[in-house]
């Protein structure tokens, strides 16, 4: 009896200390993750770059683009940019990877580039040889979304809106059957709302600039609109515009994009906080899938060959994650810690494919 006594004591204080014990004392039941293409921790953390902002090679307005988002001071400077980021999240989330205080945040996989990047955002893990390039091919990894929406309480209520059209094969919908409505996807079903028959009227006119990505203000509104019909607990929004204007070297359009994209996020929060299915119960996640070049020439690409393009970021907001504002303290983070920071704060014991990141401690308050 007395080993058994035993045995149950020193079985309870094992549970007493592993993390998901904290489901108890959390108030997390909703997370949105919001990542933003390509967008480096430069612009994040000191906004406009002076050699960029000057060049005329990628910018057609310097007069008018630095009059919106131009000051000697890089603290106006990103709060120009970035103002909602800077205002409320800075001010009541927690914002990692300003390197300038050895605060560093990484991809850890090799390649550095989008598909490799979101599979190690979306799994936990990085798998280098099978995921190694853009190509339409579906993810052999089961990613976090997926494993949620096998959960009790989760099921059908995890959604997925993207800019880019592949992410229906890093999500593998053949075999999730997760809810994806990416690139020039219209929405779709028996009952659609006034507005989703707009913008599937609107998406047809409004030409992009790209084949394979849409405008953002589009997947922006169909998955609000998914979010105000069907209340899912996990939405994910993957907005893809910086990296399009990157890559053509339109740096003001790039800038133009971010300073939109943090309007969107700031429409995306309030939203949650006015809605009583949301408000102070959900958790807001938003980062990038990898980083780019630092100089006039690299700035614009980002892959294995480019020094700066595996460093990136993270923000969280909401009722678990203590306010920190801009994390300065010396440490390293990845990407792949985020998909295990979600599952925690959700209460879930994740399983992933392969071993996936520590979740980030500090977002979660224990």
Known sequence: MRNKALFLVLGFLCLSNHPLLAQKKLKTENVVLVTLDGFRWRELFTGADEDLISEKDFVSDEKALKSKFWDDDALVRRKKLLPFIWTTIATQGQIYGNRKHDNKVNVDNRHRFSYPGYNEILTGFTDDRRVDSNDKKDNPNKSVLEF???????????????????????????????????????????????????????????????????????????????????????????????????????????????????????????????????????????????????????????????????????????????????????????????????????????????????????????
């Open 148 to 366: 949620i929406n096998q959960q009790k309480g989760f099921r059908k209520k995890v959604a997925a809106f993207s800019s880019w059209d592949v992410f229906p094969y890093i999500l593998n919908v053949k075999r999730s059957g997760l809810l994806v409505n990416a690139g020039f996807d219209t929405a779709r079903g028996p009952h659609l709302s006034s507005r989703e028959k707009f913008l599937n009227r609107l998406q047809a006119q409004v030409p992009s600039p790209w084949s394979s990505v849409r405008l953002d203000a589009f997947t922006h509104h169909y998955a609000l609109e998914h979010l105000r019909k069907n209340s899912p607990r996990v939405l994910y929004l993957a907005y893809g515009e910086t990296d399009d204007f990157a890559h053509n070297g339109n740096y003001e359009a790039y800038l133009k994009s971010a300073h939109q994209t943090d309007a969107f996020i700031k429409d995306l929060w309030t939203w949650l906080q006015r809605s009583p299915k949301y408000r102070n119960k959900t958790t807001l996640v938003i980062t990038t899938d990898h980083g780019r070049g630092n100089t006039r020439k690299s700035w614009q690409n980002h892959g294995s060959n480019i020094g700066e393009a595996d460093e990136t970021w993270f923000i969280a907001i909401g009722p678990d994650t203590k306010a920190l504002g801009e994390v300065k303290q010396p440490a390293q983070y990845y990407t792949k810690q985020l998909a295990q920071t979600i599952t925690t704060l959700l209460g879930l014991p994740y399983t992933s494919d392969q071993p996936a990141g520590e979740p980030v401690k500090t977002v979660i308050n224990q």
